[in-house]
């Protein structure tokens, strides 16, 4: 995601405001243009050769500025929407928002397969020599994951169990070896499923040496990459996991978002705690404490869920597309900063 500025310089303009210059004076401006902003001079570089105080060199290059002799465009890769981005970085208080433009035809789809290429780049900024990466489970962060092709040396740590034992192969298990393998780092997956019956069967296996050994990376993971599901069939990993009437009992709390198994209301509160007890999964108040956690979210049907769980100031940077972006800039009230990290439970 690397951005440019592109610079022309003319010595000739057709506005009318530059007509008022004359031949020579448009010459020297266009020269002392070409040396600040393509040759990288300084002003009093310019103005010693060509003879005049550095306050002239300035006055000529915002002059040429106004009169149009010289233009500057920055562009960013036709995918991503700049505007956007930096718009809603600063609505939701991120670190960083990366907003992609998705295909027409795929704009009410969830997690277009774009954005995982978008934050496989993403992370390759972020992480830094020496890191832990932790990943939970989602089809966002395996794209993202079968996109990466560099990340500097560090450990990758699995942060969920897997939406099922049987698939591991095929879904986080894979997305923490290839990212380990890119990185040339160590893994430490976690072969659990997601969901367990009950809390003693859940707590059972937290205790088994492969498990144990990788919850205790998650106090050292330093960047996290996660998915975000609404509350819908298909949406949702966790939703999708439970019984009808499992799924009937948290809709009464009003659950709005999963992310990596915790359930959040539409304000950003945590629900349905009990769920938790049953999962293989990074606990929120560590997460909290994680310095970098990027969510991979989009499309208009995780909209919702998308703010919902930004106001829990558990995501500091998203990655994300157009057509979500659209409804998270108009979004109920202007959410609180993510990156103070408060619980919104004020547990």
Sequence with gaps: ?????????????TGR???RMGPAELVQAAAMARRFYLEGKSKIQIAEEFGVSRFKVARVLETALERD???????????LDAERSDALRARYGLRHAVVVESPAEAQESPDPENLGEVAADLLGELVNE????????GRSTIHMAAALDRLPPCTVV????????GTAERG????VRRAAQVSGGDAHPIYAPMLLPDAATAAALRSQTGIARAFEYFDKVTVACVSIGSW??????VHDMLTEEERAHYATLGVAAEMSAHLFDAEGRRVGRDLGERCITVETDRLRRIPEVVAIAGGRRKAAAIDAVLRSGLVTSLVTDTSAADYLMTAGTTPRPALNREDPDGI
Excluded: F
């Design 158 to 165: 699995q942060l969920t169990g897997v939406y099922d034992a």
């Design 1 to 13: 995601m690397n951005s440019s500025e592109e610079i022309a310089v003319s010595g000739m303009s």
């Design 69 to 79: 002799l010289v233009r500057i465009e920055i562009r960013v890769p036709a995918e």
């Design 232 to 237: 819908e069939a298909g949406i949702s990993t």
């Design 172 to 175: 986080s298990v894979e997305a």
């Design 17 to 19: 405001s530059a007509m």
């Design 130 to 137: 020496g890191d832990v990466l932790g990943l939970a489970w």
